[in-house]
Structures are given as structure tokens and as C-alpha cells.
């Protein structure tokens, strides 16, 4: 590569990047000698794609040196440190972003994002009628604030966006996709459920076709995963660790999206006693590639054996560092959505761990998701692949449970808001946490940040479930 010049480098680099070879991308990078802000700005959005926070980060401060007012440097900081649960940071660089050019939109979104997250829903709606202003066929604008003002579409925006999507023919942007699903949901609201439907194909569609990393993904998630965690799991423990396991307690709530996961970490949290929240994270993930790179991992045909010493260390000390603990007796919760496919290992690495298993309807959990636009979930954007995803979720709790019957508690969403106060003692005491009324009044709560689509709905009582409202939508989906 040293013979290549710095030109073809980087085009070599930005070839690999768009067919998301990122690691190969990275090689012919990372070898031009005089990098300059495109080169730095490549391999920072190789190194997001990648969690690699850490040197994305480093090198958003290299574009930062060249340009201090560079945008989309401001921005992906704020949007990083938002992802570590920084807040007050991502709040000041897009605040920055902002101060350096007043109309550029993606900062306003992403601090009305950000509001909303954190409930100061009328800081939210001002700033995303501020993107509209600025932009007013910025879709993503338009559909976050129907979720926070439902008067806010009327039938003339409807007309407005409906005869802009005519014309459009650029079929492959999630701006264009989030103008079907507004539409989707005026019809849902009108109960012309034929319409609903249509659209939301429409939308999830070109969403789906917006990313080619998304094909993918739905391939490692829905074949490759499944494939290799449906082998025997094999543990090899060299007792390195000093670590009494019995004094770290985790509590993983396992579920599909819309299945009540959010609400019931809500309910956890909202105790008297502080419990320590991971939310959302890649350790697991991140530590068995790591285990992989070292060759703690060893695969055969049908089993995978693991260094468990190597991974329960690697593990307990990521937990610590992202919650800031020294101690090593704590308790935890962690809702990462895809840890189920491996919840035999973090059985091994936490054997008093508590597992919540958030369950619903599956006809009712696939509508649910298929009304949805969930950006980070590409298997969420076909029916059939919903219907897969579910099954395999299914498949693998069945499984478990024949094992692991004491570490796990099924909790039905309907019946959590049908009997809030049993269902919630029931959660508690299995958490071995006190119950209080508080845990139901978590709506009064003012440090309460919500990432999900639930962000909303968390923020008002627990309302009674609706079956009823799932079966006009029987005729339009195979029976599941």
C-alpha cells in the first residue's frame, strides 16, 4: 500500500467504505501520510460504525484542530457522548453546532432528541418547529412531533406531504421513508387500516433500502447468530478471578421491542433503593469479538468452547468502568436487547443473575413493531422478518427455561397493566428489591431519561391494554 499516493489511498478507502468493508477501508487510510478533513471525517464514520467511540471520538478532535467550527464534528461528538449518557456534553456541542451556523437543522434535531429523551417535552416541540422552519420537508421533524402534539398533523400538512412524496423520486432516504409513516399513522387514526398498511410498507421499504448494511445485518442477526448459539455452549475456567460472583447481582430483562421492557425497567428503577443502570450496551458483544481476537473461543461443528475466566473478568470490569463502581459487590440491571442469544453464558458469569422475560401476544408484538419506523432494528422493516425474529426470541426462551426455571420470571405485559400493584410486587420481590408505591408514580420521576420508542408512553400511567385494537389487522397479516 506505501506505493499507492495519498489520492488513491483514500480512494481506494472510500470504495471499500461504501461496500462496508470497513476494516479493509481503515487499512488504505490509515496509510495516507498527509491526512487531511476528509480523511479524518472517513475514519471517524468507519469508527462509529464500528462502537469504537473511543477513536472516533479521536479523531472528530483532529478535524476539530484543523476546523474549530467544523460541523459535522460538533455534532457526531454530541451524538457520541449522547450515546455514553453524557447529556450535558452532547448538549453543549450541538448548542456549539448551533452557534456556528444558527440554521443547520441535524443540531436542532438532535437537541430536540435529546429533550425528549430527557422529558422537557416543550423544549422538544420547539426545537423540532425550529427544523421545520429551517427545512419544512424535513420528515423526521414532522413525525417526532405528531408523537408529542397529536393535533399537530392536520389534513393540510397530510396534503402537503402526500403531494411532495408523488414527486419524489429519491427511493432510498429515510427522510422520504418517515413521510410514509406519517401517513400511515393519519390513517390509522382514521381507521382506513388498508391505508395504513400500504404506506407503511412504502416507508419501511426505503428505510430498509437507505443502508446496505442493513441486508447485512438481518443476516448475521436472523442466520448467523442463531446458528452458532444454537450449539453447546462449552466453559473452560482457569479460576483467575477472585471476584465472588455471589456478590455481583445482575437483572437482565430480556423481551422483543414494544413487549414492556422499557416499562419494566422503569419499575426497577423507581424504587427506593438506587439501582445501578447499564441500559442499553455492547459489552457482551464487544468481549466476545474481543475473546475471539485473542482465541479464548474455540468452534467446532457443534459446540463453542469459551475461556469463561478471560470473559468474566473482561465483563465485570466493563460493567464497572460504564457504571463507575470500585466496589466489587454491586447490583445491576441491563436491557440489552440481543443479550437472550447468549444468556447461557451470562448464566455461567453470573450465576445469581435475574433474568425477566417481558412477554406479548406475538400477533399483537408484531403489529406493534410493524408500526414502528425502530431505526436500529433493520429485521424490524419486513413482516417476515419480524415473524423470524420473534420465533427465534421464542424458540431460545423455551429452551432456557427448562435449564434456568429459578433465574427467570415471565411477565406479561397485559397482565402488568391489567394488575400493576401484583405484577409489580411480583417483579420486585424477584429482584429481591422493596416494593413501594413509588414504583408505579415513576411518571413523577425528574431524572427519568428514556432512549426508546416507549419515551413518550413512560411518561404518563400505566394504561389498560388494548387487544381489540389488534383485530382489524388479522386480514392483513398471515395469522401468527
Not at 234 to 257: A, V
Not at 260 to 280: W, Y
Request: net charge positive; hydrophobic share 35%.
Amino acid at each position: 500500500m506505501t506505493n499507492y499516493s495519498d489520492e488513491i489511498l483514500y480512494s481506494k478507502g472510500l470504495k471499500q467504505f461504501r461496500k462496508n468493508q470497513l476494516d479493509n477501508s481503515l487499512d488504505f487510510l490509515l496509510c495516507i501520510k498527509r491526512k487531511n478533513l476528509n480523511t479524518f471525517k472517513l475514519i471517524s464514520q468507519i469508527h462509529i460504525k464500528k462502537n469504537d467511540y473511543k477513536n472516533a471520538k479521536l479523531f472528530l478532535s483532529k478535524i476539530l484542530n484543523l476546523d474549530k467550527a467544523n460541523l459535522f464534528a460538533l455534532n457526531s461528538l454530541g451524538e457520541l457522548n449522547r450515546s455514553e449518557k453524557n447529556y450535558e456534553e452532547a448538549e453543549k456541542f450541538y448548542i456549539k453546532s448551533i452557534s456556528c451556523d444558527e440554521n443547520f437543522a441535524p443540531a436542532y434535531f438532535n437537541l430536540a432528541s435529546l429533550y425528549e429523551d430527557k422529558g422537557e417535552l416543550e423544549l422538544a416541540r420547539k426545537h423540532y418547529h425550529k427544523v421545520i422552519k429551517i427545512d419544512n420537508k424535513n420528515y423526521a421533524a414532522y413525525f417526532n412531533l405528531q408523537r408529542l402534539d397529536k393535533n399537530f398533523i392536520n389534513d393540510e400538512i397530510i396534503k402537503k406531504i402526500a403531494n411532495e412524496l408523488k414527486n419524489s423520486q429519491n427511493l432510498k432516504n429515510k427522510n422520504t421513508a418517515y413521510g410514509h409513516f406519517i401517513l400511515a399513522n393519519y390513517y390509522r387514526k382514521k381507521k382506513e387500516i388498508s391505508l395504513e398498511i400500504k404506506e407503511l410498507s412504502k416507508g419501511h421499504e426505503i428505510f430498509f433500502n437507505s443502508d446496505r448494511i442493513n441486508k447485512d445485518a438481518v443476516n448475521y442477526w436472523l442466520e448467523t447468530v442463531p446458528k452458532m448459539t444454537n450449539k453447546s455452549f462449552l466453559f473452560s475456567d482457569n479460576n483467575n478471578n477472585k471476584i465472588e460472583l455471589t456478590d455481583i447481582e445482575p437483572i437482565f430483562i430480556f423481551g422483543i421491542p414494544r413487549s414492556g421492557t422499557t416499562l419494566v425497567e422503569t419499575i426497577i428503577t423507581s424504587g427506593k433503593e438506587k439501582i445501578c443502570n447499564a441500559g442499553e450496551n455492547f459489552i457482551l458483544q464487544k468481549t466476545l469479538q474481543k475473546s475471539q481476537l485473542k482465541k479464548k473461543i474455540l468452534e467446532s461443528e457443534d459446540s463453542i468452547t469459551l475461556d469463561i475466566s478471560f470473559l468474566r473478568k473482561e465483563i465485570i470490569e466493563s460493567y464497572k468502568k460504564q457504571l463507575s463502581i470500585q466496589s466489587n459487590k454491586f447490583k445491576f440491571i441491563d436491557r440489552t436487547m440481543t443479550n437472550f442469544f447468549f444468556a447461557e453464558i451470562l448464566l455461567e458469569i453470573f450465576p445469581q443473575a435475574k433474568i425477566i422475560n417481558c412477554k406479548r401476544d406475538s400477533f399483537h408484538n408484531l403489529v406493534a413493531i410493524y408500526q414502528q419506523c425502530l431505526n436500529n432494528l433493520p429485521w424490524s422493516h419486513k413482516v417476515e422478518d419480524i415473524k423470524k425474529y420473534i420465533s427465534i426470541y421464542n424458540y431460545k426462551l423455551n429452551n432456557l427455561e427448562k435449564n434456568y426455571s429459578k433465574n427467570i420470571l415471565n411477565v406479561e405485559l397485559k397482565r402488568l397493566t391489567e394488575f400493576p400493584k401484583d405484577i409489580s410486587k411480583e417483579i420486585m420481590s424477584f429482584c429481591k428489591l422493596n416494593w413501594s408505591e413509588k414504583v408505579l408514580k415513576y411518571y413523577e420521576r425528574k431524572d427519568l431519561i428514556c432512549t426508546t420508542a416507549s419515551n413518550i408512553q413512560i411518561r404518563e400511567k400505566i394504561f389498560k391494554y388494548e387487544s381489540a385494537k389488534f383485530l382489524p389487522y388479522k386480514e392483513y397479516f398471515d395469522n401468527f
